[in-house]
């Protein structure tokens, strides 16, 4: 069972290579399923002696499946890839497990949806064939209703959409309350939209560590439009800009000295800022809000040369201001596209996304290190205790980590 993870640490260990990219990822398991051969052509020479060994390492991966795991890979695959709801979610729940076999499992089939949608993108003229949309706002800015009010009119227009809503967990018990999708009844209902509730267990920004490969699948799955809704507590809730096409920030009216509450780090990265619940009394500070941003957004540098961040209005209650909202995206979306922005955003997600993974797992690796465990519990009482300072203790517990794994 480990033998694949073994043999894929020992290469990485031993390479003094740089990182592959992913289109080399993505010829390896063209290469290893005997596909298409055009896409052997666009790999780099200096990149075959890579390729070789990764499509070595997936074959060997693929060997060590059992039965009952290459018919449940199977199973999963072709379910979601004919629509399946049902399909999807188990797959979402494959790529969500702890479990380290599981784990193994959800990345076999993950190369399988990458290689589907990039051959789908080929025949789109390379351009992607869904539009990923992010979006953020405090508490109380009614992210869920405007996401059913959206997400309602564009299955009427005909598209497929996808909502992964992220819920906080309790730093207590661990648990969460998952009430997103109670709070989208209608679109719950609706056969083409699909609402995932994830738990964010413990992981910051707002989102959780699978909502990158959760957005993957729901493009296989055939979902055209991908909507992400994160936590929404602070400044550091905007970990989904580095994951999503269009960062979309969400602010209600009359909140206070909303300048000062949303603080500039979230505000430059928001490609449009919507003021919610225009409607009623509220319309007169919504308009106020309106402006205030509108001149806040003119003293931010410009993240991007083919579009100006906008603010609109809108209403989830009376619908007044949706389809503009709307609108302004696909223009978002249209610029983005023409300019070569949107293609070149996706390819340094990437990047970040496997770094934030590498991160994760180095931390979960120094953490079960024997030498570390050892002399944990120790060096922590004696912090406690003020013995020593934690910066200490941390340079005490490096050394032993790294003295014992280039001991051995």
Avoid at 20 to 31: A, D, K, P, Q
Avoid at 318 to 344: D, H, N
Wanted: hydrophobic residues 35%; glycine residues 8%.
């Amino acid at each position: 069972m480990r033998q694949f993870s073994l043999a894929l640490l020992r290469h990485i260990s031993s390479s003094t290579a740089p990182a592959l990219t992913g289109t080399c990822r993505l010829h390896s398991w063209h290469c290893f399923t005997a596909s298409r051969p055009q896409y052997r052509s666009i790999v780099p020479p200096h990149s075959c002696q890579h390729t070789r060994t990764e499509s070595a390492a997936a074959s060997q991966h693929i060997q060590d499946l059992s039965g009952p795991e290459q018919r449940l890979l199977n199973k999963l695959y072709d379910g979601l890839i004919g629509g399946q709801r049902a399909s999807l979610a188990e797959c979402i729940t494959l790529v969500e497990t702890q479990h380290p076999r599981k784990k193994e499992l959800a990345q076999v089939l993950l190369q399988r949806v990458l290689a589907y949608r990039r051959e789908q993108e080929s025949r789109n003229g390379g351009k992607p064939v869904a539009f990923r949309v992010g979006l953020s706002g405090p508490p109380g800015a009614g992210k869920s209703s405007f996401i059913e009010v959206v997400g309602k009119m564009l299955t009427g227009r005909g598209h497929k959409v996808a909502v992964l809503a992220v819920d906080p967990s309790s730093c207590t018990t661990g648990g969460s309350l998952m009430g997103d999708k109670t709070r989208m009844t209608e679109l719950s209902r609706d056969m083409n939209a699909f609402i995932r509730p994830s738990p964010t267990s413990g992981t910051l920004g707002g989102v959780t560590r699978t909502t990158n490969e959760a957005i993957v699948l729901c493009e296989g799955a055939g979902y055209d439009i991908v909507l992400v809704e994160t936590v929404g507590v602070g400044q550091s809730e905007f970990a989904v800009a580095d994951m999503v096409d269009m960062f979309v920030l969400l602010i209600p009216p009359a909140g206070g000295d909303e300048l000062q509450g949303i603080k500039r780090g979230i505000i430059e990265r928001a490609e449009l800022v919507v003021v919610t619940k225009s409607d009623g009394d509220l319309v007169v500070p919504a308009r106020r809000i309106q402006a205030e941003y509108t001149s806040a957004l003119k003293l931010l540098r410009r993240q991007s040369k083919s579009w100006n961040p906008k603010v609109v209005r809108a209403s989830s209650q009376t619908f007044e201001g949706i389809p503009e909202v709307w609108a302004k995206m696909e223009a978002y979306r249209e610029a983005a596209l023409a300019s070569g922005e949107l293609q070149g955003r996706r390819t340094a997600q990437q990047k970040v996304w496997m770094w934030s993974l590498i991160q994760e797992s180095v931390l979960c690796h120094f953490q079960n290190h024997p030498g570390v465990r050892e002399a944990l519990p120790h060096l922590e009482e004696r912090v406690t205790k003020g013995a020593i300072s934690p910066g200490l203790a941390a340079d005490l517990l490096l050394r032993a980590f790294s003295s014992s794994s280039s001991s051995q």
